[in-house]
């Protein structure tokens, strides 16, 4: 689980170092407007995922806590990201 939770934050961390210098380009409410859909997809991603693999029988359904966990962790590390980055004025 906690390698889950790991690959997710990396994803997410990632994606807003390697889109730092266009976020930061933004006006102040349409970053906070990418800051809450960059946070919200791989929720929603891992939300529709788990609901899929939940409904299915056998070793798939061992498979669908750890898809909700990475995108909740994708989230998160997103929007720490982001954030920390924005708010420090790192460049």
């Known amino acids: 689980m906690l390698i889950a939770i790991l690959v ?8 807003a170092f390697s889109l730092r210098g266009r976020l930061n380009a933004l006006p102040w409410l349409t970053w906070i407007g990418w800051l809450l859909v960059g946070a919200g997809m791989p929720v929603l991603t891992g939300q529709l995922g788990f609901l899929v693999l939940a409904e299915s029988s056998g070793e798939a359904a061992a498979l669908a806590i ?11 590390g997103w929007a720490a990201c982001v954030a920390g980055l924005r708010l420090t004025h790192r460049q």
């Open 66 to 76: 750890p898809l909700l966990v990475t995108g909740l962790g994708a989230g998160i």
């Open 8 to 15: 997710g934050v990396i994803i997410g961390v990632a994606a």
